[in-house]
C-alpha cells in the first residue's frame, strides 16, 4: 500500500502561481511513477502531468505545457507541481496518483494504470 496526501491548494488569482505536494508514505515510492490529474466540476477527470520514477522524464498536457512543472524528490518521498500563469480554467480538485513500473523511465498518461490515488486538493483561480 501507498498512502498519498496532496496539499498546497487554494484560491489564487489568475496569472497567480501555487506549488502542490504529494506526500507519500508505505511501500517504496522510488518504485512508483507519480502523476498529477483533475477533475472540474461537471467534467470528467484529466491527465495533467507524470513523472518517472527517476525524475529525469516528465509529460504534460497540452493545456499545462509551459505553465505546469512537475517534480520529484525520492529522499522526500514527495513529488511536486509547480503551476504558473494559472488561468480560471485551472480551477479543480487536483490529484496525485502512483503508479507502479519496473522502468525507472517510464510514466504513463492514462488513468487506468495508476495504483494509488490521493484524496485530492481544490485550487481555484479567480479574482
Known amino acids: 500500500q501507498v498512502q498519498l496526501v496532496e496539499s498546497g491548494g487554494g484560491l489564487v488569482q489568475p496569472g497567480g502561481f501555487v506549488r502542490l505536494s504529494c506526500a507519500a508514505s508505505?511501500?517504496?515510492?522510488?518504485?512508483?511513477?507519480v502523476g498529477w490529474f483533475r477533475q472540474a466540476p461537471g467534467k470528467e477527470r484529466e491527465f495533467v502531468a507524470t513523472i518517472s520514477r527517476s525524475g529525469e522524464n516528465a509529460y504534460y498536457a497540452d493545456s499545462v505545457k509551459g505553465r505546469f512543472t512537475i517534480s520529484r524528490d525520492n529522499a522526500k518521498n514527495t513529488v511536486y507541481l509547480q503551476m504558473n500563469s494559472l488561468k480560471p480554467e485551472d480551477t479543480a480538485v487536483y490529484y496525485c496518483?502512483?503508479?507502479?513500473?519496473?522502468?525507472?523511465?517510464?510514466?504513463?498518461?492514462?488513468?487506468?494504470?495508476?495504483?494509488?490515488w490521493g484524496q485530492g486538493t481544490q485550487v481555484t483561480v479567480s479574482s
Open positions: 496518483a502512483a503508479s507502479f513500473t519496473p522502468s525507472t523511465m517510464a510514466a504513463t498518461r492514462q488513468s487506468a494504470l495508476y495504483d494509488y
Open positions: 508505505g511501500r517504496t515510492f522510488s518504485n512508483y511513477a
